[in-house]
Nanobody
C-alpha cells in the first residue's frame, strides 16, 4: 500500500527526491514518516509530517532534508539536498493512523518496501 521510489547513487553534495505513493486507501488523515536503515545499524527516524502538515526532523538531516505531502496525489515526498556519505541507507516510508507527529517506529502502522540511497564521497 506504500510504494517508495526515487533512490539511487549520487555524489556527496548532490540531491535526490524520494516519493512515497499510497494506494488502496486514502492517507489524507494519516501521519507520515521516513526512516532509514544503514547496513549493520538499526532503523532510525529521519523525518515526519502530521496530517495537518506539522513536521519534525532528525538533527542529522535538519536543514538539508524537506518532507512534504500532496494529499490529492496520496503522495509524500522527501527532498534530500547536500547529501553526505553517512546518508547512505535504505529509506522507508511509513504511515500512522494517528494524526500527530511521530518519531518512533512503533507509532506507524504501514510500511513501504524501501528505496536504496547511496552517496559516494
Amino acid at each position: 500500500q506504500l510504494q517508495a521510489s526515487g533512490g539511487g547513487l549520487v555524489q556527496a553534495g548532490g540531491s535526490l527526491r524520494l516519493s512515497c505513493a499510497a494506494s488502496g486507501r486514502t492517507f489524507i488523515s494519516y501521519a507520515m514518516g521516513w526512516f532509514r536503515q544503514a547496513p549493520g545499524k538499526e532503523r532510525e527516524f529521519v523525518v515526519a509530517i502530521s496530517s495537518r502538515g506539522v513536521k519534525s526532523y532528525a538533527d542529522s538531516v535538519r536543514g538539508r532534508f524537506t518532507i512534504s505531502r500532496v494529499d490529492t496525489k496520496n503522495t509524500v515526498y522527501l527532498q534530500m539536498n547536500s547529501l553526505k556519505p553517512e546518508d547512505t541507507a535504505v529509506y522507508y516510508c511509513a504511515a500512522s493512523r494517528g494524526s500527530g507527529v511521530y518519531t518512533r517506529r512503533g507509532s506507524y502502522d504501514y510500511w513501504g518496501q524501501g528505496t536504496k540511497v547511496t552517496v559516494s564521497s
